[in-house]
């Protein structure tokens, strides 16, 4: 085995551990014990190593710890939560009254990066970030004032020296046992939530991406779940209806409806299709609906999907009064003398026609007046 680089006999999910434990033995007079699963002829083995720097080297102790910790584990189940807990993804601490860490679990090194010892008699608080150092310590004081069995769970950013600078986004939970005599003081689980707030960040941009595309849309727009309820509208919805925000913002469709049918030509008939629509949640609309002002909206109502699944109704309208009134005006322009305002030709033609295919029976008669 001379020449042949230790770290090949070292088990994966160790080679963490064991780097970092060479690199730290080098500033100490002898290395802290630490456990590692090493490749044998026979498979993998316990052992225990010591290690300590002669020179520029490190002299490594090995003892094999293999069968004790076998019979360890068969007959003391307490042996066997610790082997469990030390190789547990997420590093777990064991912190004093004043939270000054006491002891960790070896998934500090494997998450981390960096030598146990490196927390050791040093408060939990001093990785957090400084901007949520005094939120933690407030929230560890009242945790440990209160009685044994309460727990807490918080979410922060820990920065480790030895990472480069780097800051962690992790959850906490803190369980108070200062009163257990087994154990006399709060345990902390530590689980990296990096994946997660990079999920829920990339949730944030695309919802204000969304929003953002909402209101800057000429149409007004509402989503109404299939309870009633209003789980989105954007502020050109709010423009286009004189509604106040709140009115809205409340999540009542039916406090919003009685807004809006108070401005309307036909308020009666808008209900009735809306019912229509709420009763037939796959339908589809499109039709026009008349203000008392004049104004002319176009009214689209699609059933809202969550892949196949039907979830609520989206409503989007559309302020078309200009374009009905050029529209309207155009139709004048053609059938009307553009001197004299009187109807013209075409007009006179198109009544005629139109009237000859009113007449329904060969009796009926038609004349024309001028």
Request: glycine share 6%.
């Amino acid at each position: 085995s001379v020449g042949v680089n230790a770290m090949e006999f070292v088990h994966p999910d160790d080679l963490g551990i064991a780097a970092v434990s060479i690199s730290s033995v080098m500033g100490k007079e002898v290395g802290t014990p630490i456990e590692l699963r090493v490749r044998a002829a026979d498979g993998w083995r316990t052992v225990e190593v010591i290690g300590t720097p002669v020179d520029d080297d490190v002299l490594l102790t090995l003892r094999d710890l293999t069968q004790r910790r076998r019979w360890e584990v068969a007959g003391d189940h307490m042996a066997r939560f610790r082997v469990i807990l030390q190789n547990a993804a997420p590093p777990t601490f064991l912190l004093d009254r004043r939270g000054v860490v006491c002891s960790s679990s070896a998934a500090l090194t494997r998450l981390f990066g960096i030598d146990q010892e490196e927390l050791e008699d040093r408060p939990l608080a001093s990785i957090i970030v400084d901007e949520d150092r005094d939120v933690f310590e407030t929230a560890f004081a009242r945790l440990v004032d209160h009685s044994q069995g309460d727990d807490l769970r918080v979410d922060f950013d820990v920065r480790i020296a030895g990472t480069q600078g780097v800051v962690f986004p992790v959850s906490l939970t803190l369980a108070n046992l200062l009163d257990d005599p087994t154990v006399e003081g709060v345990v902390v689980t530590m689980h990296d939530v990096g994946r997660r707030v990079r999920a829920e960040e990339g949730l944030r941009e695309a919802n204000s991406l969304l929003e953002t595309t909402l209101d800057a849309t000429a149409e007004g727009v509402l989503a109404v779940d299939l309870e009633g309820r209003i789980t989105s509208f954007n502020k050109r919805f709010l423009e286009l209806w004189h509604i106040p925000e709140e009115v809205v913002s409340s999540g009542s469709d039916q406090l919003t409806l009685e807004y809006a049918v108070r401005s309307l030509v036909d308020p009666d008939g808008f209900l009735e299709r809306v019912e229509e629509l709420y009763g037939d949640p796959e339908a589809e609309s499109h039709d026009l609906i008349e203000f008392r002002d004049g104004r002319v909206f176009e009214r689209d109502s699609r059933p809202q999907k969550l892949g196949s699944e039907t979830i609520g109704r989206v409503w989007s309208f559309r302020d078309v009064t200009a374009t009905r009134a050029l529209q309207n005006e155009l139709a004048r322009q053609a059938s009307q003398d553009s001197l004299t305002g009187l109807a013209n030709q075409k007009l006179f033609r198109q009544l005629v026609a139109e009237s000859l295919e009113a007449m329904s029976e060969a009796s009926d008669r038609l004349a024309v007046l001028f």
